[in-house]
């Protein structure tokens, strides 16, 4: 499947078709089919239940599908797991980290496990730290860190493999207004620099600023698929077309 | 086979361990040096020889045994359990890592521990002269065969329970007793003929007696029954916990 973003015409890096997720008799994604072309800064919206995260999980791994099929730049991310997995960055929105260990180590393990080698690593690391602005706290241990070190923590970890498809899961929450503003800036240059990108945020403000692309999710379904520059010509908000969408329902 | 990653994780589970080096490492050598000073070097003083062999000697492969069992299951139960608690296990999940290389990383911290554990004791060992080694390739054949035993039980359990005291009931319930009535500190011939049959049934006794023969050179079990039961076991608890990392069974919903 080819979308079109403004005149260009880009391969998929993410195909999600016929996807169907049960936890035992409830059903928390019900047939649902959507691809995102390269570059694209994508915005995954939907209140809570609704399968944002259901959705994410079955993409990264940490889901068991139950019925359809999710491909990563052409892999299987089930029967071609491991490849696949190369591709993703996931930042995701609780902290799964051993709390106890160092910041510099939980981004270093993770560049291992995707097979970055010693001297890369450490280049690899040490860049990450900086960007993040987290060189002075790499010998503390995660716990010792505030909500917002944390989270960029998580998101130094999530790019340590400079992965092609990047996945946010509300990567601004309890972060403070001045860093948010940072981390922004830094998503924008990530996307500008080819890297397609998948967010999804309580904040739609954020989502409004960022995204190419909003999908809203609600009751399992896709409720509404619309480009930037769509919703830009409406009338409403993105928040009251939200509001409309989900009847209200918290998100 | 990705080997970084593999080594990586490796090297995740070494620093883990010696974090904590008291309670990984500390800890049972000072068990083991009471279990040696008390039961072999002052009772057994005053027991007379068992299988012609000194006391200290003839128990000193059974504590040796006992440490190696509970290091390595300890190891990989508290590992894949406080993973999937503080849910950390994603990072795994999420890696190219095979469902084989996470289990091999497991088992091979579990088995450098039990290692360490293992020189640790046999260096105690030597100071009160409880130390022989009849057939040290074999020796050292039985202590990684045995750790990864305890170390795939280990990953098994920490996938299973559900809570901490599910974690601990096991070991409590289960291992310990076994261990002990796998004839560490007794011959099975000093039981009485009929109840005899109850240790030859536990399968403990065969790792207790594995030990003890490439150590003292004596052997109260069948070795062909001995070597199938630890192979057997291997094969099946390594098949098993690999099924259960691809089916994601309690990591995985």
Known sequence: MVFCVGMQQSED???????????????AINDISFSIPRGQFFGFLGPNGAGKSSTISCITGTARITEGSIAVDGLDVV??????????????????????????????????????????RTERVSHLLDRFELTEHREKA??????????????????????????????????????????????????????????????????????DRVVIINKGKIASDRLRTEFEKDDKTLEERYLEITKGETY | MNWVGLYTFIRHEIKRMLRVFGQTILSPLISATLYIFIFGFVIGGRIDLIAGIKYITFVFPGILMLNIISSSFAHSSSSVFFARFVKSIEELLVAPLSYFEIVSGYVLGAVARAFIVAFGILVVGIFFDAVTLYHPFLF?????????????LGILIGLWAKNFEQLGAINIFVITPLTYLGGIFYSVHMLPAKIQFLTYSNPFFYFVDGIRNSMVGINEANTIVGFSIIVGLIIFLGILVIHLFKIGWRIRP
């Open chain 1, 79 to 120: 029967n071609e797991y491991k490849e696949a997995r190369k591709k993703i960055g996931i930042s995701p929105q609780e902290f799964n980290v051993n709390i106890f260990e160092k910041t510099e180590d939980i981004i270093d393990y993770m560049a291992g496990y995707y097979g970055l080698r010693k001297k890369q």
């Open chain 1, 13 to 27: 890096v993410l195909k999600v078709e016929h996807l169907i997720k049960r936890y035992g008799t409830t059903l």
């Open chain 1, 142 to 211: 995660f716990r010792e860190l505030s909500g917002g070190l944390k989270r960029r923590v998580i998101l130094a970890r999530a790019l340590v493999h400079d992965p092609e498809l990047l996945i946010l899961d509300e990567p601004t929450a309890g972060v403070d207004v001045e860093q948010r503003h940072a981390l922004w800036k830094y998503f924008r240059e990530l996307n500008e620099a080819g890297k397609t990108i998948i967010l999804t945020s309580h904040y739609l403000e954020e989502v409004e600023l960022l995204c």
């Open chain 2, 140 to 152: 050292i054949l039985h202590v990684i065969a045995i750790a990864i035993i305890f170390s795939l």
